[in-house]
């Protein structure tokens, strides 16, 4: 079981860029699918990224459009959302997710752990 701890979120102008990281625990993170996901009050949660086991491969939600990236570092069992070019829109609690394999889809329930979300709000 990987538990999970988000970090990185704060307050940023539009157009600025923050980096936020998910760190895990557990001896299966190496080949645990990981993901981004975002919610705000008046919103379901939504999909922002997602990466496999080893980094190769990697999805992103449409409203990314280059913005964001999504990587990992297994010997730090950590996973990493670089966001540049933030708009207001974007601000929202995001939360890292976990789920054993990469194939599939993207869904929230399709994911079988959470952490507990980091607030990132973006001024215009």
């Known amino acids: 079981q990987v538990q999970l701890v988000e970090s990185g979120g704060g307050l940023v102008q539009a157009g600025g860029s923050l980096r936020l990281s998910c760190a895990a625990s557990?001896?299966?993170?190496?080949?645990?699918?990981m993901a981004w996901f975002r919610q705000t009050p008046t919103k379901e949660r939504e999909f922002v990224a997602a990466?496999?086991?080893?980094?190769?491969?990697?999805a992103y939600g449409g409203f990314v459009k280059g913005r964001f990236t999504i990587s990992r570092d297994n010997a730090r069992n950590t996973v990493y959302l670089q966001m540049n070019s933030l708009k207001p829109e974007d601000t929202a609690v995001y939360y890292c997710a976990a789920k054993k394999y990469y194939s599939g889809s993207f869904r929230p329930n399709d994911f079988e752990t959470w952490g507990q979300g980091t607030q990132v709000t973006v001024s215009s």
């Open positions: 990466v496999n086991w080893s980094g190769g491969s990697t």
């Open positions: 557990g001896r299966t993170f190496s080949t645990t699918a």
